[in-house]
């Protein structure tokens, strides 16, 4: 049994004023597209990243499409097995 899960859009995901939290999503701009996901503080975070809350939002971010970043493995640190 397959679970569908509604597409990633910036309104799922709530972004602190901080530019580094817990969390970073990248974007590619002018659509505003999540395109990678990183640990805060990550050194390949990219000028366009924004903090986020909460964890199960990148995780869903990751698990719908958007590219976990290789250097800092968000994936590996919310547990995402491919």
Not at 19 to 42: K, S, T
């Amino acid at each position: 049994m397959s679970v569908r899960l509604p597409k990633c859009s910036v309104s799922a995901l709530t972004l602190l004023h901080d530019p580094v939290g817990p969390w970073l999503v990248e974007w590619r701009l002018p659509q505003r597209n999540a395109v990678d996901g990183h640990v805060g503080g990550c050194w390949n975070a990219g000028s366009r990243s924004g903090g986020v809350k909460h964890d199960h939002q990148v995780r869903r971010a990751l698990v719908e499409g958007v590219t976990a970043c290789p250097q800092c493995l968000p994936d590996t640190e919310l547990g995402i097995i491919d």
